[in-house]
């Protein structure tokens, strides 16, 4: 690990401010030797979010009895970032299944050589599996290939029908479609309209639907070539200031990311839309239910973004130096990211698969997803999904959504500042915690 990679691991993770270190101790044990005399292995594995794996772990697990499967999950894949880039920084206690998140992808880059060439396992011919473009995300300046693909981020969105016919909006999902067709200027201009026309919020928070407008950006926080991309940046600016007139003008219900009440305002029609790549579907049903709701709460999916085509998130399943079972740890990665299984992980989490194959099963069988009001999520996630080519995601580009624009934005949300006052606290934030 070269110095500046060292000193902008701890950086970043000293920028995060969360406690690791109940964390630390969660995937130990990827050094265990084999058990008895019978080669069994325990192989550690640690997640985020709402990944979907349990039901293929028993299954890989009664498919090869000699494997114990430990698994880990971090509730945010903010904390997932701290959690890896601490224990990279230690030398010690990665899992010997690692997930890595694609906003942080490119700070792993900097560190590659802390985790295996896929190369070595084979994963070259399964090269034409995937999108060509995830495939190539996982693969550093010397070519070496770090991480199998999970899934990828098309982005639709998610609402609220009741809350849509409340307000005397259309709320069937074709009619949705059409209604926030457009530009983010339309969605704002709804979502003005049906503030007026009911007094709640339209979105849950800005920090959100910022990723989300950043994400549709040809270049966001960094350029191309690994430049930061922010000060100067006119298409930027001009988007934060489209977002902040809506935020004051009480669009935005002021959520705490990732907590929203404890799922309580998914369920009392705090908000009425929510942006929703893949992945946030499981996310959706999960704060739905914590709150006490069900499929009848209302919640839907329509085949609209605004803006057009947008990639947020996405994962790998990458393989730690540090494994004594490494060969074993590539086996099951492999296995959890073949199409057959991303389609199980798919119906488990809502999440939109990376192989190609997976992706036209989805869209060919258009199944019905009961909880948001038989919306074939999977098939619409597939037409979202057409002209989606992701981000080039710089070093710090988690820290700078997370701890750069979320408090910045969080006081927007919370009236403590104006649009430009928000903005001069981000780019404040920015050259303290980034330079």
Not at 62 to 68: D, E, H, L, R
Not at 89 to 112: F, K, N, P, T, Y
């Amino acid at each position: 690990m070269n110095t500046r990679a060292r000193t902008r691991i701890l950086t970043a993770t000293a920028a995060a401010s969360v406690s690791v270190l109940a964390l630390a101790g969660c995937a130990a044990g990827s050094g265990d030797d084999a058990e008895g005399g019978d080669d069994k292995i325990t192989l550690t594995v640690t997640t985020f979010g709402t990944f979907g794996y349990e039901d293929l772990y028993d299954e890989y697990e009664k498919a090869n009895p000699n494997v114990t499967i430990e698994a880990t999950n971090i509730d945010t894949g903010g904390n997932a970032r701290t959690d890896a880039f601490t224990k990279i920084a230690a030398g010690s206690g990665l899992s010997d299944v690692v997930a890595i998140e694609e906003g942080w992808l490119g700070a792993i880059m900097d560190v590659s050589d802390t985790f295996v060439d896929l190369r070595d396992y084979g994963i070259e011919d399964r090269k034409a599996d995937w999108v060509d473009w995830k495939y190539g995300q996982a693969t550093d300046a010397e070519g070496r290939v770090i991480g199998y693909g999970t899934d990828i981020g098309p982005s639709g969105i998610c609402y609220n029908g009741a809350a849509f016919e409340a307000a005397g909006l259309p709320s069937d999902r074709e009619s949705v479609a059409e209604l926030l067709n457009g530009d983010w200027e339309n969605y704002f201009a709804v979502g003005a309209d049906y503030t007026a026309k009911t007094g709640k919020a339209w979105y849950d928070h800005s920090g959100f639907v910022w990723n989300a407008m950043v994400n549709q950006l040809d270049e966001g926080y960094y350029t191309t070539d690994g430049e930061l991309n922010v000060e100067d940046n006119a298409e930027l600016k001009e988007r934060f200031e489209l977002l902040g007139a809506a935020t004051e003008g009480g669009q935005s219900a002021a959520q705490t990311a990732w907590d929203w009440n404890g799922g309580k305002s998914f369920v009392d029609g705090t908000f009425a839309t929510f942006v929703c790549p893949g992945w946030m579907l499981g996310v959706v049903q999960g704060q739905v239910e914590a709150g006490g709701g069900d499929a009848t709460t209302g919640w839907d999916f329509a085949d609209v973004f605004p803006g057009g085509a947008a990639n947020w998130g996405g994962a790998f399943l990458s393989i730690p130096e540090t494994s004594q079972h490494k060969e074993a740890a590539a086996e099951l990665a492999d296995w959890l990211t073949q199409p057959e299984q991303q389609v199980k992980q798919s119906a488990a989490a809502g999440n939109f698969p990376s192989t190609i194959t997976a992706q036209e099963t989805l869209a060919s069988e258009a199944t019905p997803n009961e909880f948001f009001n038989d919306a074939p999520t999977g098939a619409i996630l597939a037409e979202r999904a057409k002209g989606v080519v992701a981000q080039f995601k710089g070093a710090d580009d988690s820290v700078i959504q997370e701890n750069v624009f979320g408090p910045a934005l969080s006081g927007l949300d919370r009236g403590e500042t104006d649009t430009q006052g928000a903005w001069d606290a981000a780019v404040e934030l920015l050259n303290e915690l980034v330079g």
